[in-house]
């Protein structure tokens, strides 16, 4: 009989969130005692719900450029012809990690001005790391009996890449995908500080 008040209980909280999104000025009064020197406890930068979808746009136009670019150094540095840009391409992807997104954003400025501009790059390198890491282990550590049976029936490189490879490896590098989304949801909102919508 209880066993339907914890969802009952997360639904109530779902219930709460939407509204709150969609009507933030009802939360007002509650909100109010937490202010100091007569502050608005909502500051009206435009509809919550809108804000929302425009920050969830940001992150996926970043994942979806690092997943490309993650996934096709990867591939390119798993073939023999471009095994020798490991090292390069690691580099690459760990300088996104490297520096905070405050600075990349206060490099990105100067360059492209302010907006959602800047925000899409610092996301797109901090995306790429988790997402080509998990992409280059997955790529290399295949069964060997499997890619060897794929090269038995006649396939080409790129059918092998294209039926074998990709497919036995898209659970590793769906988790990295996974990784840099948590971490661009995160890091998105500081997207505000160079006049983003998010």
Do not use: C, D
């Amino acid at each position: 009989m209880k066993a339907w008040l914890p969802a009952l209980l997360r639904l109530a909280v779902l219930a709460l969130l939407v509204v709150f999104i969609t009507s933030p000025g009802w939360f007002e009064p509650l909100l109010k005692p937490l202010t100091e020197n007569g502050a608005p406890p909502i500051y009206n930068q435009g509809s919550l719900l809108t804000l929302t979808l425009q920050h969830l746009r940001t992150v996926l136009v970043a994942t979806v450029a690092a997943t490309i670019v993650a996934v096709a150094l990867a591939i390119l540095v798993t073939r023999p012809a471009g095994a020798e840009f490991l090292p390069l391409s690691r580099s690459l992807v760990n300088i996104g990690q490297t520096f905070p997104p405050v600075a990349v954003l206060a490099l990105a400025v100067p360059a492209v001005g302010f907006g959602e501009k800047p925000t899409l790059i610092a996301l797109f390198l901090y995306g790429l790391l988790p997402i080509f890491e998990n992409a280059l282990t997955a790529l290399t550590t295949l069964p060997g009996n499997v890619m060897e049976a794929a090269r038995g029936a006649g396939m080409t490189g790129w059918q092998r890449l294209m039926k074998v490879e990709l497919p036995l490896s898209a659970p590793v590098i769906l988790g990295g995908i996974r990784l840099s989304v948590v971490i661009s949801l995160a890091t998105a909102t500081i997207g505000s500080t160079v006049a983003a919508k998010t």
